[in-house]
């Protein structure tokens, strides 16, 4: 009687992990093999399946079974995050779940023809109506603190405009005078090319693999906007580009989406074909790939190990090298246009712009229209750069083409806590350095399996944080990190 409560839901869910299984499928497909052209039927296709799985969770069938397996013993992590998802579909109409997804769809093609043009009017009206859909999302939550929040917890579930604002400005205080130390130091140079991209693909792979990447379970393809794409933890898809004349965009890139595969591979058997069986958050997924990017690829430790690997697929850009040269020239810091091509000092405050331009856009203080010249005049403030064009500003990310307010903030969220991860596994892992210097990533892996993939949803980001630090959110490890990383490098 009790297994029966317990496989009834879990019959219930395998059904709705089915569908987002298909929509990340259709996803992936549009975005690497897919001809411009099946941009609408994709939409409409993609909108479909959402809307489906949308009604399944709003199922008011569904409660029901929640308590029957709940009563059953069924995990008490697995019941809060289904409950929790049940009582929000519950509260949105699926018409407007299909009709942003339609939107989304539509809108992809029109941001990557404004963006070629540099042309933000063109663009314009896609975004008033997303923003208006939003409004209509956010009003199905009338007991959020602030509309926003009802907008950002779609993806970081608990996350308050208010905590995230008061995070962001500690954030924001700490890096200013850091990198203004930073700007009066000479600048160390790049890696210059060219790089065969062929070799850059075999490097990479040759790291991803040493940190669990498997060509049984994985595979690599290319995409303009490069991404991970899961359909369970023995299907996970990266992407990336390269450049011959960059190392790191191809390189770095490869580690991030591996870092992000590694928390999807990582997440335990017994939520296969569930909807628990994927990452908590989008912040603390984040914080898997910026560890593995940042903490990880670009350390001492990883370019004593494979600074020689990269002499001999590169002999003539590496000559004469050695492992400083090499990490000030993949570390250093220059305030610039592009958030993706940003380094780790200055990202966050990229971030932090589009996260206070959505508020205002969400508190009426900002209308669409004005957001190219408030954009422009932040990246001043805060980056002292100037903005030339609207390809370069406003238009450069995918993510507002695709009605995703509330997203951004996750990336400076997920960098916080990957300092954080980070600051606990050196104490857990003691000679985490040398291991990462024999080659040795496995250790680490497995002590991020144990401590946050394994559980997948049925552990909210909070719940992983308390249980390796103690405590919440807290962006003072990222600040210590930064300083430490970057006094070192440029002799602050
Ligand atoms: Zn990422």
Redesign the pocket.
């Known amino acids: 009687m009790t297994d029966a409560a317990i496989a009834a839901l879990r019959t219930h869910l395998a059904e709705t992990a089915d569908l987002h299984h298909a929509a990340m499928l259709l996803g992936w497909d549009q975005q690497t093999h897919m001809p411009p052209r099946g941009a609408q039927s994709r939409g409409q296709a993609g909108g479909t399946l959402e809307r489906l799985a949308h009604d399944r969770t709003a199922d008011p069938a569904l409660a029901g079974l929640l308590d029957a397996a709940a009563a059953a013993g069924e995990d008490a992590g697995l019941v809060r995050a289904v409950r929790e998802d049940h009582e929000r579909a519950a509260r949105v109409p699926g018409t407007l779940v299909g009709e942003m997804a339609e939107v989304a769809a539509e809108a992809q093609g029109v941001w990557e023809a404004a963006r070629a043009a540099s042309d933000f009017s063109a663009f314009a009206p896609l975004l008033e109506r997303h923003v208006a859909l939003c409004r209509q999302y956010a009003a199905c939550f009338p007991e959020v603190e602030h509309p926003y929040d009802a907008l950002m917890q779609r993806f970081e579930p608990g996350a308050t405009t208010s905590a995230v604002r008061a995070a962001f400005s500690e954030l924001r205080e700490g890096l200013v005078p850091l990198i203004a130390a930073i700007a009066a130091k000479p600048d160390p140079g790049d890696l210059v090319g060219p790089f065969p991209v062929g070799d850059q693909r075999t490097l990479a792979l040759e790291i991803a693999r040493t940190m669990g990447y498997d060509d049984d379970a994985w595979r690599i393809d290319e995409a303009a906007h490069p ?2 794409a899961n359909m369970g933890r023995q299907d996970v898809r990266i992407t990336t580009k390269e450049d011959e004349s960059a190392l790191a965009i191809g390189l770095f890139g490869v580690l ?2 591996t ?2 595969g590694l928390y999807e591979a990582g997440i335990d058997a017994r939520w296969d074909r569930t909807t628990v069986g994927t990452g908590t958050s ?1 912040g603390v ?2 914080s898997q ?2 560890l593995w ?1 940042n903490m990880v690829g670009r350390s001492r430790a990883q370019w004593s190990r494979w600074l020689p690997r990269a002499k001999e697929l590169f002999p003539v850009p590496l000559e004469g090298l050695e492992v400083d040269d090499v990490l000030r020239r993949i570390n250093a810091v220059r305030p610039s246009l592009i958030r993706v091509d940003a380094d780790e000092a200055t990202y966050c405050l990229h971030v932090l712009l589009r996260f206070e331009l959505e508020v205002a856009l969400f508190e009426g203080e900002l209308q669409v229209a004005d957001l190219p010249a408030a954009w422009n005049a932040r990246m001043q403030e805060y980056l002292g750069v100037d903005v030339p064009s609207d390809a370069d500003g406003v238009l450069q990310d995918v993510h507002w083409a695709h009605g995703v307010f509330g997203y951004f903030p996750t ?1 400076a969220l ?1 960098t916080m806590i990957a300092a954080q991860l980070w600051e606990a596994a050196h104490v857990a892992i003691p000679d985490l350095e040398t291991r990462i210097a024999d080659g040795d990533l496995a250790t680490l892996r497995e002590w991020l399996r144990e401590h946050v993939h394994q559980y997948g949803r049925t552990r909210t980001g909070d719940e992983i944080l308390q249980d390796v630090t103690g405590g919440g959110l807290d962006p003072a490890p990222l600040l210590r990190y930064l300083n430490d990383k970057y006094g070192a490098l440029y002799d602050l």
């Open positions: 991404f991970m991030h989406e870092g992000h989008l997924h984040e790939s910026r990017e990336y997920g």
